[in-house]
């Protein structure tokens, strides 16, 4: 399949005002599930004031949240996909600008040293572009997170030393959740990553904290670090906006790489509880898009 990258400026734009709009179906039962099993008074009136803002979001066509976030749109290429990587990457941040001229969004995006605001959602290497590669034979598929500052800022790396073993990790994860408290908007998903480098180990955490509610890790010993850390850390009390209650995290996702004998790095990375994500998939038959 060859694209048409013409195309791509479009989705760049479609899915990013989709994102800010319309929260994931999985998220949404997430906010149910916490709902019914929540057994503290607060904490079930601020998730009920939570389910409330979506509804309302949607039916007034609203943004969910105020902030638009940092722009990252993850590529998947499939393997008989042509397409002009450098061309796709113009393009997908021209639609990212269009999205924040023609909405009009809140560009949130500023220069680190000067602050300085183009308004366009967009400055230097962001919007944030991932690649990665598929066996989907004809299908080019486009996600689209904006990430908000708040759960942004809820992001920490520790290089542990082998000897710390797996109990360094769950003290390091849960020292950190009870730091942020209700600072990180919970309830939350807590990505973790485990092992490789350091900046491997970051990506892992945030891939982890944006896979959809339900997903499970592959590697068998980090899906059970994900069942037995989001049982601690919803024991912790901090609860929805940390006002107390069982619901301070939809769930643990915990991604893993091979790392080296001497160090065993560990990484956090939280998202709010408005998830934000959409997704496109661009086939021979035309776009289709989703979460």
């Known amino acids: ?69 940092l722009p990252i ?9 042509e397409v002009d990587g450098q061309a796709l990457k113009e393009a997908l941040r021209r639609g990212c600008e269009r999205a924040t001229k023609e909405h009009p969004l809140r560009s949130s995006v500023v220069h680190p040293i000067t602050r300085h605001n183009e308004h366009t959602s967009c400055g230097r290497r962001v919007p944030v572009i991932n690649f990665d590669y598929s066996s989907d034979e004809d299908t080019l598929r486009i996600e689209m ?16 030393i082998p000897a710390e073993g797996e109990m ?3 003290s390091f994860v849960l020292d950190k959740v009870i730091e942020v408290g209700g600072r990180v908007c919970p309830p939350t998903i807590v990505g973790v990553g485990v092992g490789g480098t350091a900046d491997l180990c970051m990506h892992l955490a945030k891939i982890a904290a944006t896979r959809p509610l339900g997903s499970v890790c592959e590697d068998q010993e980090g899906a059970r670090l994900e069942r037995e850390l989001t049982e601690a850390i919803n024991s912790l009390g901090i609860g929805p ?25 560990v990484a956090i990375n939280i998202q709010c509880h408005s998830a934000r994500r959409a997704t496109a998939k661009l086939t021979p038959s035309g776009i289709e898009y989703g979460f």
């Open 168 to 170: 360094g990790v769950k």
């Open 241 to 265: 906006q940390g006002l107390g209650g069982d619901s301070t995290a939809f769930a643990v996702h915990v991604e893993t790489a091979a790392t080296h004998i001497t160090m065993n790095p």
């Open 145 to 160: 997170i904006p990430k908000g500052s708040g759960s942004e800022n809820g992001s920490f790396l520790k290089m542990c």
């Open 1 to 69: 399949m060859n694209v048409d990258v013409s195309k791509i400026e479009e989705v760049a734009r479609d899915l990013y005002i989709r994102a800010l709009k319309v929260l994931p179906d999985d998220i949404k039962s997430g906010f149910s599930r916490l709902d019914e099993s929540e057994t503290d008074i607060t904490a079930k009136s601020v998730l009920g004031t939570m389910i409330a803002n979506i509804e309302v979001a949607e039916r007034t066509d609203n943004l969910l949240c105020q902030d638009t976030g």
């Open 73 to 81: 749109y993850n590529v998947t290429i499939g393997r008989n996909v």
